[in-house]
């Protein structure tokens, strides 16, 4: 038998070693292939060519690749997010941009695991770029986000074919370490309401101490609320996709709901209902003239606006919200952190889960206990005065 190893004499006498071996076929034309390899030593080619061979027979033989990992990660988000809503894919995007940025460039089949410790070594100590102070860390939460969309992408390589292995799947997540949110009691959401009676906003800071998320408190149009049969119905939502606004469905079908009102919150809207009526008097032809303007906006009332008759956007009404906490004189939370709070006085109240999870549009009453119900220290003493009844022994008389 022929030896497939060629011995090639340069110019200058130089020895060289060739061989060409059969990679399989092309899966979109059918056509074979073949690949070419040279060395300068025919040891080392009898090596290669061995390792190619057995890899061929074990259907493990992976084609080499000037592919990068930039180049794969623009074709596996294509399959990845076909058919997914803008948000969606704009999470997809912001989840690869570390890794576009410290490891896009290198070869897709040359990244070790090396290459990926160090990228999360990165995003955990200066991989912030936005939403805070550039070059500080991002959160565990941000990393583990970035680590399992990489993973999935290279695991989707393998299968592929493109790559040997899943170097991605030898990294380990890092753990989030984020502090328990601790939600408003009762007297520091009375406090806050107190101060906002006075707040044109009042009615949508009850709305999101009524358990709505911002989105959900955004996207009320008028046509959404039914004052005389006291009912609210999210059915739609405002959000912000890569610092655009648009308008979307509600997160899932658990997320569109009816709710019941309180006579507090239907009064709260009826005043203000009054007073964007009055305004709207007031501005004229000025009122409601920026809408054209908006590229989402379609048609419909908002109830949230300003005095002219304009949507918030989102950032402003997070904004505002911490820039009237200091009147209030409570302790500083987040705008999502009053939704928080809601669930969890709830739960204190004694409502059942079950109708606090649909309250909220969760799919799963055991997500709404894990990420929105927390206890604090009077739940504790509570738990020790029950626990004393519970073993108190009774004296004999």
Same mark, same amino acid.
């Given at each position: 038998?022929?030896?497939?190893?060629?011995?090639?004499?340069?110019?200058?006498?130089?020895?060289? &070693?060739?061989?060409?071996?059969?990679?399989?076929? !092309?899966?979109?034309?059918?056509?074979?292939?073949?690949?070419?390899?040279?060395?300068?030593?025919?040891?080392?080619?009898?090596?290669? +060519?061995?390792?190619?061979?057995?890899?061929?027979?074990?259907?493990?033989?992976?084609?080499?690749?000037?592919?990068?990992?930039?180049?794969?990660?623009?074709?596996?988000?294509?399959?990845?997010?076909?058919?997914?809503?803008?948000?969606?894919?704009?999470?997809?995007?912001?989840?690869?941009?570390?890794?576009?940025?410290?490891?896009?460039?290198?070869?897709?089949?040359?990244?070790?695991?090396?290459?990926?410790?160090? +990228?999360?070594?990165?995003?955990?100590?200066?991989?912030?770029?936005?939403?805070?102070?550039?070059?500080?860390?991002?959160? #565990?939460?941000?990393?583990?986000?970035?680590?399992?969309?990489?993973?999935?992408?290279?695991?989707? #390589?393998?299968?592929?074919?493109?790559?040997?292995?899943?170097?991605?799947?030898?990294?380990?997540?890092?753990?989030?370490?984020?502090?328990?949110?601790?939600?408003?009691?009762?007297?520091?959401?009375?406090?806050?309401?107190?101060?906002?009676?006075?707040?044109?906003?009042?009615?949508?800071?009850?709305?999101?101490?009524?358990?709505?998320?911002?989105?959900?408190?955004?996207?009320?149009?008028?046509?959404?609320?039914?004052?005389?049969?006291?009912?609210?119905?999210?059915?739609?939502?405002?959000?912000?996709?890569?610092?655009?606004?648009?308008?979307?469905?509600?997160?899932?079908?658990?997320?569109?709901?009816?709710?019941?009102?309180?006579?507090? +919150?239907?009064?709260?809207?009826?005043? +203000?209902?009054?007073?964007?009526?009055?305004?709207?008097? !007031?501005?004229?032809?000025?009122?409601?003239?920026?809408?054209?303007?908006?590229?989402?906006? !379609? *048609?419909?009332?908002?109830?949230?606006? !300003?005095?002219?008759?304009?949507?918030?956007?989102?950032?402003? &009404?997070?904004?505002?919200?911490?820039?009237?906490?200091?009147?209030?004189?409570?302790?500083?939370?987040?705008?999502?952190?009053?939704?928080?709070?809601?669930?969890?006085?709830?739960?204190?109240?004694?409502?059942?889960?079950?109708?606090?999870?649909?309250?909220? *549009?969760?799919?799963?009453?055991?997500?709404?206990?894990?990420?929105?119900?927390?206890?604090?220290?009077?739940?504790?003493?509570?738990?020790?005065?029950?626990?004393?009844?519970?073993?108190?022994?009774?004296?004999?008389?």
């Amino acid at each position: 038998m022929a030896d497939p190893i060629k011995t090639i004499t340069l110019k200058d006498g130089t020895k060289r &070693y060739r061989f060409v071996v059969d990679i399989g076929r !092309d899966p979109i034309t059918g056509k074979r292939q073949q690949k070419t390899y040279t060395f300068d030593k025919k040891g080392k080619a009898t090596k290669e +060519l061995n390792r190619i061979r057995h890899q061929t027979s074990e259907g493990t033989y992976v084609k080499p690749s000037k592919e990068t990992v930039s180049d794969y990660i623009d074709s596996y988000l294509k399959g990845a997010t076909r058919g997914k809503e803008e948000s969606t894919k704009s999470n997809y995007a912001a989840a690869f941009r570390c890794v576009r940025e410290r490891i896009g460039h290198l070869p897709l089949q040359r990244i070790s695991k090396g290459d990926v410790e160090d +990228l999360v070594d990165f995003m955990l100590t200066k991989g912030r770029k936005r939403g805070g102070k550039v070059g500080t860390p991002l959160s #565990a939460r941000s990393v583990q986000l970035t680590l399992g969309r990489l993973t999935a992408a290279l695991e989707m #390589a393998v299968l592929e074919g493109k790559l040997v292995r899943n170097v991605a799947k030898l990294v380990e997540t890092p753990k989030n370490d984020q502090e328990e949110r601790e939600p408003w009691s009762k007297d520091e959401v009375h406090a806050f309401l107190g101060v906002v009676q006075q707040h044109r906003l009042h009615a949508a800071w009850r709305l999101s101490l009524y358990g709505l998320r911002r989105a959900e408190v955004l996207g009320l149009r008028w046509e959404d609320i039914d004052l005389k049969a006291k009912t609210l119905a999210v059915v739609q939502t405002r959000v912000l996709v890569d610092y655009r606004v648009i308008v979307k469905k509600p997160k899932s079908k658990n997320s569109v709901r009816t709710l019941p009102l309180d006579d507090e +919150l239907v009064a709260a809207l009826t005043a +203000l209902r009054k007073l964007q009526s009055k305004e709207s008097e !007031d501005a004229g032809d000025a009122y409601r003239s920026e809408l054209d303007g908006l590229g989402w906006y !379609d *048609g419909g009332e908002y109830v949230v606006i !300003d005095e002219l008759g304009t949507p918030f956007h989102p950032e402003w &009404y997070s904004d505002e919200f911490g820039r009237i906490l200091r009147p209030a004189g409570v302790r500083r939370i987040t705008l999502h952190d009053s939704r928080h709070t809601t669930l969890t006085l709830m739960e204190h109240a004694g409502v059942p889960i079950s109708v606090i999870s649909r309250w909220a *549009g969760h799919y799963d009453p055991s997500f709404t206990y894990k990420k929105y119900v927390h206890a604090n220290d009077d739940d504790l003493a509570q738990g020790a005065e029950t626990l004393a009844q519970v073993y108190k022994i009774k004296k004999a008389v």
